[in-house]
């Protein structure tokens, strides 16, 4: 599986496209093989564009026509099982989801359609911050990796498990996923400095993490600076906006909200995870109509991953929306 695999399977309109693109007529039941697949990806396309539209119901609409007319387990039934258990996410209908995705890895052709399928089934349980759940899909995806010898691909999901038992609560099996991902991604054949470095940069930012919400600054502080001292090697530039975040991450749970939204406002502001830091900073402030401004902000984003599986039922909640 590519980097770039990976990465899409994580996001609800990324999902679609990744999977689209794999997928392969079915025998054909009409002269023209193609024919059936373009009808099946008309419709396809039309729920991606909704979904990014944020038109929920119409998207789920049109992927339940393209279950009901194309052949079971066919690769286009199968993304739109997937896609449509992602929309059921977003709208907080958890175990309806489930069931969407679950048909979709039982009918995943090839090893990496599953291990897509497999991951977005771990990002549901993570929208119920359910760590163990989680962890029934990614570990043996982590595995997997490792036989394969394809160790940044099982950093990335270890990682990846990890972040999602930190924020749902589980400190300490987090600090275990983040040292596998860590040890994981330093055993690639050949790594480069650079590549060294990275994993170096994210071990120091997961224990500030982990420190922080134990409940220890000194800790977590000394591990920020270890994290900025790699960072400031210069060897991984596209890192800079983690650097904020994770300053502002440490003081929103050391207590200094103000220090917190100094830091968090200078991160990638179209991180749902970080608007939610800021929202509930706001909070913590008493400044209600700043909180509210940010959690709406949230509703806007359609991700399927760790960023919004934590901020946008937290800010469904506070809005009061379903």
């Known amino acids: ?14 999902l679609l496209s990744a999977t689209l693109a794999v997928a ?22 039309q729920a991606q564009q ?21 052949p079971a387990s066919s690769p286009e039934w199968a993304a739109a099982q997937l896609q449509t258990g992602i ?29 897509r399928a497999q991951r977005t089934m771990a990002m549901s ?21 490792l036989a394969a010898k394809d160790f940044y691909a099982a950093g990335d999901v270890a990682n990846e498990l990890a972040r999602v038992c930190l924020e749902s609560g589980g400190f300490d099996k987090a600090a275990t996923w983040y040292k596998r991902g860590y040890e994981a991604g330093l055993q690639e054949p050949g790594i480069t400095p650079e590549r060294r470095d990275l994993w170096e940069f994210r071990w120091e930012h997961a224990q500030a993490r982990i420190a922080a ?13 270890a994290a900025r001292a790699v960072f400031d090697k210069g060897t991984n530039p596209e890192q800079a906006p983690f650097v904020p975040y994770l300053s502002g991450y440490v003081a929103f749970y050391g207590g200094d909200y103000q220090a917190a939204l100094a830091e968090l406002q200078k991160g990638n502001q179209n991180d749902p995870f970080i608007l939610s830091l800021i929202a509930q900073a706001y909070e913590k402030l008493g ?9 709406r902000k949230v509703l806007a984003s359609n991700a399927h991953n760790p960023t919004n599986a934590f901020a946008r039922p937290l800010a469904k909640e506070r809005l009061g929306t379903k």
């Open 24 to 45: 392969r007529p079915q025998p054909p039941a009409s002269p023209s093989p193609a024919a059936g697949q373009d009808q099946a990806a008309g419709p396809l396309k």
């Open 125 to 145: 349980y993570a929208f119920q911050r359910n760590c163990d759940g989680a962890e029934k899909y990614e570990a043996p995806l982590y595995e997997s990796y």
């Open 87 to 115: 929309v059921l996410d977003l709208l907080g209908q958890y175990d309806e989801a489930r069931t969407h995705i679950a048909k979709a890895i039982d009918a995943a052709a090839k090893p990496e359609d599953k291990a």
């Open 1 to 14: 599986m590519t980097r770039q695999s990976i990465v899409c399977s994580l996001t609800g309109i990324c």
């Open 50 to 70: 909704s979904l990014r539209e944020g038109d929920h119901e119409k998207a789920l609409a049109t992927l339940r026509d393209v279950i009901a007319k194309a």
């Open 287 to 295: 400044d209600k109509a700043q909180a509210t401004e940010y959690y």
């Open 213 to 225: 919400r134990r409940g220890n600054q000194a800790e977590a502080k000394t591990h920020v600076a």
